[in-house]
């Protein structure tokens, strides 16, 4: 019996589900039937084991119907609830998003977007580019930094701690942007950390989310999903997304407004039905 139950909590939520689902059509169908008179065994020429597989048979069936039906419904969406906060899954680009923008940027919030320093078709540097005026961004940068005591290093930029969020109004789209200190650049201005680095930064993200947006509902991409560099191997978008929900359920935070991650592109890669109840599956993993 261990062995079946810890075979069964392997499988996947949809799956399980399914199998529930199925089991429970079966029964009830089975109980009407014998409440109205009708049995297999009122079948002439029947034997035991064409009764066991018509039964086998249609459990089968109602339970492949079940998981495709779970899978068409939640295949580019899901809502769930942490810490009284609502927050949605699904596919979509950050910059058609309404409310707080979070853009993730380096701890300098670099202004150099040349595909050298800063990558011209990266959330920041798209960001930058046409959705900002670089004057307005390096002064939102100097009184962010004059607020935390920050003075600039022997390079002339300022280091902001990861986590860190400046609130950004920008006069060209008339949107606010909450830009992140997601990642450190190297020597060679590489985006670099990694996955205890990354939680980290995922926990102060919250609460200056929390300081800053004033009710306001958020949006934010699958952080990590880009070009930063995991040093201790890539990461892929089911962990990042599983990262950022429960950061957010450790972090104490709770939102009175709606929390958006959006996930670019193809999304049909992973299930987010698995999501669904996260933090009941995640002890068994």
Not at 227 to 234: E, H, K
């Amino acid at each position: 019996m261990k062995k079946i139950y810890h075979w069964y909590n392997n499988l996947s939520k949809q799956v399980r589900d399914s199998i529930i689902i199925s089991t429970t059509i079966v029964g009830v169908v089975s109980t009407i039937l014998s409440i109205i008179g009708i049995s297999l065994g009122d079948w002439e020429k029947s034997s035991i084991w064409l009764r066991i597989a018509i039964v086998i048979g249609a459990f089968l069936i109602i339970c492949a119907i079940t998981h495709h039906i779970i899978g068409r419904i939640f295949r580019d969406s899901i809502n769930l609830t942490i810490r009284q906060t609502l927050v949605s899954v699904e596919s979509g680009d950050i910059f058609e998003a309404q409310g707080l923008r979070v853009i993730g940027c380096d701890t300098h919030f670099d202004t150099r977007i040349d595909d050298v320093v800063i990558a011209k078709k990266s959330l920041h540097g798209q960001l930058f580019l046409n959705h900002g005026k670089i004057e307005e961004i390096e002064k939102v940068i100097e009184k962010e930094a004059l607020r935390l005591g920050i003075s600039k290093n022997d390079d002339g930029q300022y280091d902001f701690p990861l986590g860190t969020i400046i609130r950004y109004d920008s006069s060209v789209d008339n949107h606010t942007y909450l830009m992140l200190a997601l990642t450190e650049l190297n020597a060679d201005y590489e985006a670099h950390t990694n996955m205890a680095k990354f939680e980290h930064m995922l926990m102060k993200m919250w609460k200056e989310i929390d300081r800053v947006y004033a009710s306001n509902d958020i949006a934010l991409p699958l952080l990590g999903a880009g070009i930063a560099r995991f040093d201790d191997g890539p990461k892929y978008k089911d962990s990042l997304l599983r990262c950022m929900l429960c950061t957010l359920n450790s972090s104490g935070v709770s939102f009175n407004s709606k929390v958006k991650i959006l996930i670019y592109g193809d999304i049909k890669d992973f299930s987010l039905y698995e999501y669904k109840d996260i933090f009941h599956t995640i002890p068994r993993r």
